[in-house]
């Protein structure tokens, strides 16, 4: 089973801040989801990743497929960016498609 | 945007009752999966199906729950009967056939008193 850690678990901000999150997984995956939480809320898909980097806007993901290693970086952070993110590894193989999800992490911004 | 469509979104309901939550997937999305929600626990996988067969219910409690897709329009988690403890938010989701982007329901938020 993979093991999904995420850092930090809580991180606080003032808006204009460049801010990262970390996730490590254990065990070789097909593809690693950023997902993100308001309170209350759904979940939304932010990226699907299984190498190098993607941009959405003001977020960047990227993936050490070798390191077993994901950061979500978020520039020019504001306050409606506060939420729980969440990384979530997904299977491959004959059970490909199903998600190990870290603990996420809470953020909030600060005007 | 297409969007996968859950029902009810809200559900309080006494100990021992019947509850029964709906997934409307994607068309074209050929995986659903439900995931329940709770602080203590995060996100875990409860059951999903591929072309509408059940792959992997390992995390249901079988005596309690079950999931059904009796058609490719609409999936099915029931529990029978209702605990306290089964009280989290219920989130189906679904992939697509191809692309295997996922997309994830507003989810069910269960309350049982």
Redesign the interface.
């Known amino acids: 089973k993979n093991e999904v850690e995420q850092s930090p678990q809580n991180l606080t901000a003032q808006e204009g801040e460049f801010i990262t999150i970390n996730c490590s997984y254990s065990v070789g995956i097909?593809?690693l989801?950023w997902?993100q939480q308001h309170p209350g809320?759904?979940?939304?898909?932010l990226f699907?990743l299984s190498s190098g980097k993607k941009k959405h806007g003001r977020l960047i993901a990227t993936i050490n497929i070798q390191e077993k290693h994901s950061s979500l970086h978020i520039t020019a952070s504001h306050p409606r960016d506060s939420a729980v993110y969440?990384c979530?590894v997904?299977d491959g193989g004959t059970?490909?498609?199903?998600?190990?999800?870290?603990?996420?992490t809470i953020l909030t911004v600060h005007p | 945007d297409a969007r996968v469509t859950q029902t009810p979104r809200h559900k309080v309901t006494e100990m021992g009752q019947e509850v029964t939550m709906r997934c409307q997937p994607i068309l074209g999305h050929n995986t659903v999966f439900w995931y329940r929600q709770t602080m203590m626990q995060g996100l875990e996988l409860l059951a999903y199906f591929r072309n509408r067969a059940p792959l992997d219910d390992s995390g249901m409690p079988k005596d309690r729950f079950s999931a059904e897709m009796p058609d490719a329009t609409l999936a099915t988690l029931k529990i029978q009967p209702s605990e306290p403890r089964d009280s989290a938010v219920y989130f189906c989701a679904t992939m697509h056939r191809s692309t295997y982007g996922y997309t994830f329901g507003s989810g069910t938020r269960l309350t049982v008193v």
Do not use: D, R
């Open positions: 097909s593809a989801h997902l809320g759904g979940i939304v898909s699907m969440i979530a997904q059970s490909y498609g199903k998600l190990t999800f870290g603990q996420g």
